[in-house]
């Protein structure tokens, strides 16, 4: 199963949640069919690595976001990826318009997906590093039931849905 985060310019939150779920599938060889990546809309950051505040929370977990590099979505993730989960509302309502609407049962908000509430995963870049701690333990409270809604979809053999 291949999963895309997406969030605006994939040096923040969609790194930290890509980041978080490869040390999982390194950790643990029945991780081994799925595949995780992640993309951004804003092209500005494209072959930049994370915000240092992301490598540095994340460092400070135990997960290496060094080797990661931003990229802008393109068309051809819409179908090479079984899930793509979007940092927030206006993410994912930007990827709903670039899509199409044969895509649009595959695209969820991350939060909301999970139902962990607030449905946003703020958007740390405009803070300080404390909300650089705060998005992080957002992804940890998540990664965890991501998995498990995954190993799920996996078992019954289908998509996860909604």
């Not at 390194?26 to 081994?32: G, T, V, Y």
């Not at 915000?51 to 135990?62: N, T, V, Y």
């Not at 705060?134 to 998540?142: D, G, L």
Request: some cysteine; hydrophobic content about 45%.
């Amino acid at each position: 199963m291949k999963v895309l985060f997406v969030c605006l310019g994939n040096i923040c939150r969609s790194p930290m949640l890509d980041g978080w779920v490869r040390a999982q599938i390194a950790a643990d060889p029945s991780l081994s069919w799925l595949q995780v990546d992640s993309a951004g809309f804003e092209r500005t950051h494209v072959g930049e690595a994370p915000d240092p505040r992301a490598i540095r929370i994340a460092g400070e977990h135990g997960i290496d976001l060094s080797d990661l590099r931003a990229r802008q979505i393109g068309d051809v993730d819409f179908d090479r990826f079984d899930l793509l989960l979007f940092a927030d509302a206006s993410t994912l309502s930007a990827g709903l318009r670039k899509a199409g609407p044969r895509h649009h049962a595959r695209m969820h908000r991350v939060m909301e997906w999970l139902d962990l509430v607030p449905f946003d995963l703020a958007d740390p870049w405009y803070g300080d590093f404390d909300d650089f701690r705060t998005c992080w333990a957002r992804v940890e409270q998540a990664g965890p039931l991501l998995l498990e809604r995954l190993r799920a979809a996996r078992q019954a053999d289908a998509v996860p849905a909604a």
